[in-house]
T-cell receptor, first 111, second 117 residues
Framework: DTEVTQTPKHLVMGMTNKKSLKCEQHMGHRAMYWYKQKAKKPPELMFVYSYEKLSINESVPSRFSPECPNSSLLNLHLHALQPEDSALYLC??????????FGQGTRLTVV | AQSVAQPEDQVNVAEGNPLTVKCTYSVSGNPYLFWYVQYPNRGLQFLLKYITGDNLVKGSYGFEAEFNKSQTSFHLKKPSALVSDSALYFCAVRGPGTTGGSYIPTFGRGTSLIVHP
């Protein structure tokens, strides 16, 4: 099983809303990632959690707040987003230095 | 620093013909190389990887890739293209981690493959 599950698949939110994206994997992977992807562009790394601790923050604005409640779950809390934050948000996981497996993404639209 | 170049924005091929999607890389130490495919509004799907061993790597859906160390290339190939292969393809590289190079993969800009019936 190489499945990473992301919910919701689609999300529309206003600029004053607070919402959360969720990611779950049961492969025992100890590294989990959030990426942001604009149309026809490569994914851009946002955050990396390694063994449930934040190890990389790629200078992401504070309106994005990651959380790793346990080794299987990864959340991305959203608050006061801007229209330019509209994108496909991808979660991925890997076993230490192994292959990264991606979820299907959450298509976020900020209105 | 590690980097990946995918020199073609788009590759067009007729169904049944062989296809090649090009990728060259730069990394400190021995490279870990990956190919992913992305269909519209979907996540990235892992196709194949090279870490060590045989330079010809076979992956999912009949795809294969050839690692060429002297040319620092890792081109994706398929002997006979299908219309359903039409998608966005990403090459990625990462270093060996603790012995040099970041363990986080760096992605190329992507190549759109269009297979014509």
């Amino acid at each position: 099983d190489t499945e990473v599950t992301q919910t919701p698949k689609h999300l529309v939110m206003g600029m004053t809303n607070k919402k959360s994206l969720k990611c779950e994997q049961h492969m025992g992977h100890r590294a989990m990632y959030w990426y942001k992807q604009k149309a026809k562009k490569p994914p851009e790394l946002m955050f990396v959690y390694s063994y449930e601790k934040l190890s990389i923050n790629e200078s992401v604005p504070s309106r994005f707040s990651p959380e790793c409640p346990n080794s299987s779950l990864l959340n991305l809390h959203l608050h006061a987003l801007q229209p330019e934050d509209s994108a496909l948000y991808l979660c991925a996981s890997s076993q230490d230095l192994g292959t990264a497996f991606f979820g299907q993404g959450t298509r976020l639209t900020v209105v | 620093a590690q980097s990946v170049a995918q020199p073609e924005d788009q590759v067009n091929v007729a169904e049944g013909n062989p296809l090649t999607v090009k990728c060259t890389y730069s990394v400190s130490g021995n490279p870990y190389l990956f190919w992913y495919v992305q269909y519209p509004n979907r996540g990235l799907q892992f196709l194949l990887k090279y870490i060590t061993g045989d330079n010809l790597v076979k992956g999912s859906y009949g795809f294969e890739a050839e690692f060429n160390k002297s040319q620092t290339s890792f081109h994706l190939k398929k002997p006979s293209a299908l219309v359903s292969d039409s998608a966005l393809y990403f090459c990625a590289v990462r270093g060996p981690g603790t012995t040099g190079g970041s363990y986080i993969p760096t992605f190329g800009r992507g190549t759109s493959l269009i297979v014509h019936p």
